[in-house]
């Protein structure tokens, strides 16, 4: 059994920083490509960054320049460090890797961690 915790989320204001983590625990042998999406109210999912195993990253246009991912393969956790935070940037951030365990390769989440920018 694999399960992924993110924590940080909070309240903060317009400019202000956060950074959110992600662990991962249970058996697992690897973790491939890992990223933070978000869902904000009334709107689909969508993808904020991710980090390949050997540090790859890719951006969405909305953060790239504010939001910096990384990852630290020893601790099997994964870190999103939002600057310059907006309004538009409110929204639950769920945490996905994908993750060799015993016997299969598969996608997992965390329950997500709330981020709220607002004055």
């Known amino acids: 059994q694999v399960q992924l915790v993110e924590s940080g989320g909070g309240l903060v204001q317009p400019g202000g920083s956060l950074r959110l983590s992600c662990a991962a625990s249970g058996t697992i042998f690897s973790i491939y490509t890992t990223g933070w999406y978000r869902q904000a109210p009334g709107k689909e999912r969508e993808l904020v960054a991710t980090?390949?195993?050997?540090?790859?990253?890719n951006y969405a246009d909305s953060v790239k320049g504010r939001f910096t991912i990384s990852r630290d393969n020893a601790k099997k956790t994964v870190y999103l460090q939002m600057n310059s935070l907006k309004p538009a940037d409110t929204a639950v951030y769920l945490c996905?890797?994908?993750?060799?365990?015993?016997?299969?390769?598969?996608?997992?989440w965390g329950q997500g961690t709330q981020v709220t920018v607002s004055s």
């Open positions: 980090i390949t195993s050997d540090g790859n990253t």
């Open positions: 996905n890797a994908r993750i060799r365990t015993i016997g299969v390769i598969d996608d997992s």
